[in-house]
Every structure is written in C-alpha cells, then in structure tokens.
C-alpha cells in the first residue's frame, strides 16, 4: 500500500510541476505563488500523509523532473522558461521548499501527538 501511495505522489509531483511551469510566467507574479504554494503543499501533505521524509521527497521528485524537462528548447525554438527572474525563482525556489519540506517531515510519531503528562515530584 505504501508503495502505491509514493507511486501515486510521484505522478502527482509530475502533474504540479508541469501546470505550475506553465502557471509561473503567465500570471506573474501570482501565477509564480500559485506554482510554488501548490508544490509546497504537495510535498508537505505527502510528508504527512505517508508520515516519512519519503513521502516529501516523491512528490519532489516527480515535480524536478517535470520542471527539469520542461526547461529544454525545442527544435524550433518554443520554450516554457523564459530567461527571467520568475523562471528562476519557480526552479530555485521549489527545489529548495522540496528540501525543506523533505527536512522538516514529522516523521515516526503519529499525525495528531499528545505528549505525556510529566509526574509531578
């Protein structure tokens, strides 16, 4: 089951990052937040979700490989990333909130913790 459940957050890391690739540079700059809060939640929910560092790190994965094929030109000149401080910010930004996300995963402890109470001395 947990197999599946990274399976199914890789394909949809590849969906957010293709549609925030093409979301950044039409609407700037809020289709950049757009591009980047819906990454970020992708990544932070799977961390949550699958309560493992993995379950951040696969949909981050599947979103730099959209992203990272999407930055090649085309033979006949098309391009999804212009070269400009949006493109740059969408790229180097979401790898670093993916890092981040894959950082701060609660990871081994349940979703909703309640700590012991402490006996009193």
């Known amino acids: 089951m947990r197999i599946a459940a990274y399976c199914a957050l890789g394909l949809l890391g590849l969906l957010a ?7 950044q540079g039409g609407w700037f700059p809020l289709g950049l937040l757009l591009g980047l809060g819906g990454a970020v ?6 961390a949550l979700l699958t309560r493992t560092r993995l379950g951040a790190a696969a949909p981050a994965g599947g979103w730099a490989l959209a992203v990272l094929l999407l930055t ?3 033979p006949q000149g098309d391009f999804i990333f212009a070269a400009g401080a949006g493109s740059y910010l969408f790229l ?3 790898m670093g909130l993916a890092v981040a996300c894959a950082a701060l995963a609660p990871a081994e402890r349940p979703l909703f913790a309640v700590p012991e109470p ?3 001395r």
């Not at 990052?17 to 979301?23: C, D, E, F, I, N």
């Not at 939640?41 to 799977?46: I, N, Q, R």
């Open 118 to 120: 402490r006996a009193r």
């Open 41 to 46: 939640g992708l990544f932070w929910g799977g």
């Open 72 to 74: 090649a030109t085309r």
């Open 17 to 23: 990052g293709t549609a925030g690739s093409l979301v």
């Open 92 to 94: 180097l930004g979401g």
